[in-house]
C-alpha cells in the first residue's frame, strides 16, 4: 500500500503531526537518520495505525503516492539542505518538499528558487503549536511554490486547528518565503506578548500582591483571554514539593532560539519600527547577565515607594501595550508584502494564528473582523475598534508606566509601547531639529514644509560650509 504523505524527522513534533495525520484517515510513510527511532515509533504509538516505516531513503520514497508528497521535521539549517540534497536524485518533477521546521525565511526562499529550477514543488510551512498542537491541531502557515497548494491543501487544513466557527487555522499564505516569513513574525509577537505578561506580574509583585493565580485567571475571562494567560494561571497554581510556588525557585534567565532576533533584525532592514519585539528581545539578553545583575544589586539601592495602581490598570495596560504589539508585527508584514509581492492577506493570517498556535486569543478575532471590513487597512491603531479600544485603556496605561518608573520595576515593553503610541499619534516630531543637525555636519539636506515632498534643500549653516550636499538615501 502506498502513503498519501511521507515525514522525516520523528522527534516529539513529527511523531505528533504523523499520529495527528492518521487519526484524520492519512496513510502515513516514515523515516528516521536513526532508524531505531522508527523501529521504537512503529511499535508503540504508530502501532495499528496505517503508518509505515522505511530505513533507508529510496525504501521511503517507493512507499508515497505520486505526485510524492514529503514532509521535513528536522533542526532548521543545514539539516534542511542534507536531507533536501539527499533526496533530489529520487524524486521527479511535480514532487512536492515540504519544510514543517522553524526555517529562516530567506533559507526557504533561496530552497525554492532552487528546487523550481527541477521541477520540484517546494513549500516552506510555518508551524506553531508545539507538541500538544502538533498532535491535536496546529496553527499551520504554507508558503512556497503555490503549484503544491491544491495537492497539500486537504491534509494541511485537515489536521490544523479549528476556528470556534470552524474553519481550518490554515491557508496560502503566499510564495517564496512568505510562509515562514509569516511564522516568524508570529513567533516575535510570541515574544512580546511574553514579556509583557512578565512585566505585569513583577508590577504585580512589586505592588505586594501574591494571588497571582486568580488575577491571570480574572484576566483570562475578559478582553486578555488567551493560551498565554490561561497557562500563566496554570503555572502560578504549580507547587514545588516544599509547598511555595515552583515558578519562584527557577532561575530568572531567559533562553530565546532566534525567531524574535531575526523579526528585529528584519525590522530595521526594512525601516519599521517595530519596537516592541525588540525590546522583548532585549530584555532575554540582559535577563542572561544574572552575574552582573546580582553584582549591580549590591552597588545600587532602587526607590521605594506604594504601588498606586491596581491590578484592573494594568490589565488595561497590559491590552493596550499587546494592541501595538500586533500592530507594530502587522505592519512589518505589509511592508514585506509590498516588497516581495506576496499579497498577504492579513485577515486569513489573523484567522490562521486564532487557534492551535501559542498567541492564540481571542484577540485575533478582532484583528481577522478590522481586515475583513477594510483589507487596505494602513494600521490596527486606525480601526474604529482597536482605536475606541486604546482610547478606552490609555489613562491607565499611562499611570501604570509611570508608576513603574517611580518604583523602579522596569517596563521595556509596557514602555516602549506607549512611546511608540504617543509617537504615531503625533502629528509633528522632532526629527526637524534631527534633518537639520544632519545637515549642518554632513550636508545630507533635508525637506521643507513649505514645499513638495521629495524636494531637498541643504544650507550653509555656518557661512564656512560652502553650497554643496551629499547625495540622498535611506539606508
Known amino acids: 500500500m502506498q502513503a498519501d504523505i511521507g515525514l522525516i524527522g520523528l522527534a516529539v513534533m513529527g511523531q505528533n503531526l504523523v499520529l495527528n495525520m492518521a487519526d484524520h484517515g492519512l496513510s502515513v510513510a516514515v523515516f528516521n537518520r536513526t ?3 522508527t523501529d521504537e515509533f512503529l511499535a508503540g504509538s504508530a502501532k495499528g495505525k496505517k503508518i509505515f516505516g522505511a530505513h533507508a531513503l529510496p525504501e521511503f520514497i517507493a512507499l508515497l503516492k505520486r505526485p510524492r508528497k514529503i514532509m521535513l521535521m528536522v533542526k532548521a539549517g543545514e539539516a534542511v539542505d542534507e536531507f533536501i540534497e539527499h533526496l533530489r536524485p529520487h524524486l521527479a518533477p511535480g514532487d512536492i518538499v515540504i519544510d514543517g521546521g522553524n526555517s529562516h525565511f ?10 523550481q529550477k527541477q521541477g520540484i514543488l517546494f513549500v516552506g510551512a510555518g508551524i506553531s503549536g508545539g507538541e500538544e498542537g502538533a498532535r491535536h491541531g496546529p496553527s499551520i502557515m504554507p508558503g512556497g511554490n503555490p503549484d503544491a497548494w491544491p495537492h497539500i491543501k486537504d491534509i494541511l487544513q485537515s489536521i490544523a ?6 474553519q481550518p487555522c490554515c491557508d496560502w499564505v503566499g510564495s517564496g518565503g512568505a510562509g515562514h516569513y509569516v511564522k516568524m513574525v508570529h513567533n516575535g509577537i510570541e515574544y512580546g506578548d511574553m514579556q509583557l505578561i512578565c512585566e505585569a506580574y513583577d508590577l504585580l509583585k512589586s505592588g505586594g500582591q501574591t494571588d497571582f ?11 486578555l483571554d488567551s493560551y498565554l494567560i490561561e497557562i500563566t494561571a496554570e503555572i502560578f497554581r504549580k507547587k514545588d514539593a516544599d509547598g511555595t510556588l515552583l515558578v519562584d525557585k527557577i532561575l530568572d534567565v531567559a533562553g530565546q532560539k532566534g525567531t524574535g532576533k531575526w523579526t528585529g533584525i528584519d525590522a530595521l532592514d526594512r525601516g519599521m519600527p517595530v519596537t516592541l519585539i525588540g525590546e522583548a528581545v532585549f530584555a532575554r539578553c540582559l535577563s542572561a547577565l544574572k552575574e552582573e545583575r546580582v553584582e549591580a544589586s549590591q552597588h545600587y539601592v532602587g526607590p521605594r515607594c506604594a504601588m498606586k495602581v491596581s491590578p484592573e490598570q494594568i490589565s488595561h495596560a497590559l491590552y493596550a501595550s499587546k494592541i501595538i504589539s500586533y500592530a507594530q508585527g502587522f505592519m512589518l508584514m505589509r511592508t514585506a508584502s509590498q516588497e516581495n509581492k506576496w499579497d498577504l492577506n492579513f485577515g486569513s493570517i489573523a484567522l490562521m494564528w486564532r487557534g492551535g498556535c501559542i498567541i492564540r486569543s481571542k484577540f485575533l478575532g478582532k484583528i481577522k473582523q478590522a481586515y475583513d471590513q477594510n483589507p487596505k487597512l494602513m494600521n490596527l491603531l486606525l480601526d474604529p475598534f482597536f ?13 501604570v508606566v509611570s508608576e513603574g518608573v517611580l518604583m523602579g520595576v522596569p517596563l521595556p515593553c509596557f514602555s516602549t509601547a506607549l512611546s511608540f503610541f504617543d509617537g504615531y ?3 509633528d516630531l522632532p526629527a526637524n531639529l534631527l534633518q537639520a543637525q544632519r545637515d549642518f555636519f554632513g550636508a545630507h539636506t533635508y ?9 531637498f534643500f541643504h544650507t550653509n549653516w555656518t557661512g564656512r560650509g560652502g553650497d554643496v550636499s551629499s547625495s540622498t538615501y535611506n539606508a
Not at 161 to 166: P, R, W, Y
Not at 213 to 223: P, R
Not at 447 to 455: C, S, T, Y
Open 387 to 399: 482605536e475606541g479600544e486604546v482610547s478606552r485603556c490609555v489613562e491607565s496605561w499611562r499611570q
Open 447 to 455: 525637506e521643507r514644509k513649505d514645499q513638495p515632498r521629495g524636494k
Open 161 to 166: 486547528a479549528k476556528s470556534e466557527d470552524g
Open 213 to 223: 493565580a486568580s488575577i491571570f485567571a480574572k484576566w483570562n475571562l475578559g478582553a
Open 35 to 37: 532508524t531505531s527511532k
Open 425 to 427: 499619534r503625533r502629528k
Open 106 to 115: 530567506p533559507d526557504t526562499q533561496r530552497r525554492f528558487e532552487a528546487l
